[in-house]
């Protein structure tokens, strides 16, 4: 029965993927040229200038990041499969590449959001836009985003141009390591802002993101600092008795999202994945998550580790593909059949409640009572990052298993 999951699950993944990346590479570009995929996930109308901070005005350098990683991996995948695809996105990412290239290189960073003229910019809590203060020696997820995409779109498009990304790759996690990184973007970048957050994973889990996908280009020498971020997060934030991952060492708040996330990228780096202990705890944590997160539709935001209360009514799309990416990777380690079923659930759940299909798109958050008009963290709809990247690696185990 699994043989016959895994070849449909494959080509069911490739067709989502296909089809999101050529509906993202169908719409019209934002300013010079950027991805746009500002689409209200209820409605399916096209953000506007009267959405203020949604729309088309307001470009997320996040979301640019993100879309060149996964258009410069998925035009490698599509190459042979589908020839005029991996063009369209070798042409779309030679443009996009430019673009953050040269975004990036004002200053040494990119930012969370830019106005119209490409000034970053930050909105008060009264509603005002501000420009944003100077990174500097502050580095963001934006900057984490951006570097793994200029290194993957560089590795396809512009080999010279490496050593660049990489010292700019190497500037960030230096930041995570020397308490230079800031998490909220939407505030002013700055030291009050740093001496006020937590001591949360999620730097550290992103930046992990970017360890596989260094080995899968031959640059394995660069991806030496996966070990001990998945060390930290595993003895700082694991709780030994749920082995669900705290947001913040101490505190009761788990984002299982992050804990399945966390898992699948260190399982991706390959001296975890040959670690047995290792694999057996990233393992405990994506089914505990997964147990212990799922409501109503899918995965909710956050739970209580001491009581396992659903501390939030919201469940976004992006956790279940993450689920879909950890679990075959866990699975394909151990052959456990519960992992299997994780990955079914995880599964079922994305394609019967959150994808659309017509166009191929996921609601971005659902409750018990259905689809709701809230945006986890920009507006704009996934450029093929979360969802894709995830079937993408889903995609593989599941080829490489069949083939067998």
Known sequence: MSGTFLQEAAERYTRANAGTLRWMLSRPPLGRGFLNTKLNSLTLADYTAADGLRGPDYTYGWIQGRGLEAIAIHAAFFAERQPDLSRKLDEAGCRLY???????????????RYDASMQPIRAEKDGRVVPQSPAGEIYTYSDAFAAKGLIAAAHRYQPRDLPD????????????EDGRFQMDEQAELGEAALAAQA??????MILLGAAGMLERLGLAEHADFAGHFIAHVIERHLDPNTFLLRNVPGDDHCNVG??????????????????AEL?????????S???????????????????????????????????????????????NPDTLAAWRRADEAFFRQYWRGDPPIAYQTLTAEGPVDYVPATPDLDPGYHTGLSLLT???????????
């Open 98 to 112: 430019a673009l953050l290239k040269e975004l990036q290189s004002t200053d040494g960073h990119v930012y969370f």
């Open 165 to 176: 990304h990489l010292a700019y790759l190497g500037r960030v996690i230096a930041a995570i």
């Open 199 to 204: 001591d949360d994973f999620g730097p550290r």
């Open 258 to 275: 992050h804990g399945i996330e966390f898992a699948g990228f260190a399982l991706d780096y390959s001296p975890a994945a040959s670690d």
């Open 279 to 287: 694999v057996c705890t990233l393992e405990r944590v994506l089914l």
């Open 289 to 335: 998550s997964i147990d212990f997160g799922f409501a109503e539709a899918g995965l909710s935001l956050t739970i209580s580790i001491s009581t396992g209360e659903k501390l939030s009514r919201y469940q976004p799309w992006w956790s279940l593909p993450e689920a879909i990416r950890t679990a075959p990777l866990a699975w394909s380690r151990t052959g």
């Open 394 to 404: 889903a995609i593989r185990v599941a080829e490489g298993a069949d083939r067998a």
